[in-house]
C-alpha cells in the first residue's frame, strides 16, 4: 500500500480556517485519497474522498495537489467538535481495496 | 438509519473466560468488518465479511473466531484471550466489500480489558 505522511499534531483555534496536510508522494494513478477522522472514545468517521479534483461536502473541502502528492483537507471554521484525529488514507484499485489502512494521523486541537 | 451498533460498550473477562462480541447494522451493506484498536495506536483489520462469507482473516489467532449470522449481523466470539488482547474492538460496514472509493461506516466500539 502507498504510504501517507501527516504532522502528529496541529492546532487551531474555534471559528478559524484548519488546513491538515498530507503527502502521498507513492501514489498511483488509480488510488483514491480518503479522509477518516476519530473522535475521542467513538470509532472513525468518514469525511471526505477524492481522485484527482478538488472535492467539497458539508463536513470538509479536499484539495489536491496537481500531481497528486499530496493533499490538504480543509476545515473551512473549527468547531470544539472537530477536535479529533484525523487520518489521510490511500485506497487502490488492487486487491487490497477492501480494507482502511490507518497511518498514525494527525491530533487536531481546537482552542475556544 | 445510518447506524452501525455494537455491545456491550464495556466488556472485563478473565483469560478463561469464553464472551462475545456483538456489531449489527441495517444499512442493506453486504460487507462487514472487525478493526483492533490498541491505546494511541491507529485501527488494524482483523476480518472481513463479504456476502455472510469470511473473506479476509488477516492473520489473527484462533482465539477470536468471528461469526456472520445473517446480512446485518456480526460476531467476535472470544476465548483464552492474554492481556496484550486488551483493545477497542471496532465494527464497520460498507455497501460491498471490493471498492476504493466506498465509505466505511463505524460503530463506537467495544472496550475489552482481559485481566
Known amino acids: 500500500d502507498a504510504k501517507t505522511t501527516q504532522p502528529n499534531s496541529m492546532e487551531s483555534n474555534e471559528e478559524e480556517p484548519v488546513h491538515l496536510p498530507c503527502n502521498h508522494s507513492?501514489?498511483?494513478?488509480?488510488?483514491?485519497i480518503h479522509w477518516y477522522r476519530q473522535l475521542p472514545s467513538q470509532g472513525p468517521e468518514y469525511v471526505i474522498h477524492g481522485l484527482t479534483s478538488n472535492v467539497n461536502n458539508r463536513m470538509a473541502s479536499l484539495a489536491i495537489a496537481e500531481d497528486r502528492k499530496s493533499s490538504t483537507l480543509i476545515l473551512h471554521r473549527a468547531t470544539l467538535r472537530d477536535a479529533a484525529v484525523y487520518y489521510c488514507?490511500?485506497?487502490?484499485?488492487?486487491?487490497?481495496?477492501?480494507?482502511?489502512?490507518f497511518g498514525k494521523g494527525t491530533l487536531l486541537t481546537v482552542n475556544p | 438509519d445510518t447506524e452501525v451498533t455494537q455491545t456491550p460498550k464495556h466488556l472485563v473477562m478473565g483469560m478463561t473466560n469464553k464472551k462475545s462480541l456483538k456489531c449489527e447494522q441495517h444499512?442493506?451493506?453486504?460487507?462487514m468488518y472487525w478493526y483492533k484498536q490498541k491505546a494511541k495506536k491507529p485501527p488494524e483489520l482483523m476480518f472481513v465479511?463479504?456476502?455472510?462469507?469470511?473473506?479476509i482473516n488477516e492473520s489473527v489467532p484462533s482465539r477470536f473466531s468471528p461469526e456472520c449470522p445473517n446480512s446485518s449481523l456480526l460476531n467476535l466470539h472470544l476465548h483464552a484471550l492474554q492481556p496484550e488482547d486488551s483493545a477497542l474492538y471496532l465494527c464497520?460496514?460498507?455497501?460491498?466489500?471490493?471498492?476504493?472509493?466506498?465509505?466505511?461506516?463505524f460503530g463506537p466500539g467495544t472496550r475489552l480489558t482481559v485481566l
Open positions: 507513492t501514489i498511483s494513478g488509480t488510488d483514491y
Open positions: 444499512m442493506g451493506h453486504r460487507a
Open positions: 488514507i490511500l485506497r487502490g484499485s488492487g486487491g487490497s481495496n477492501y480494507k482502511l489502512t
Open positions: 465479511y463479504s456476502y455472510e462469507k469470511l473473506s
Open positions: 464497520a460496514s460498507s455497501p460491498q466489500r471490493g471498492s476504493s472509493y466506498n465509505e466505511q461506516f
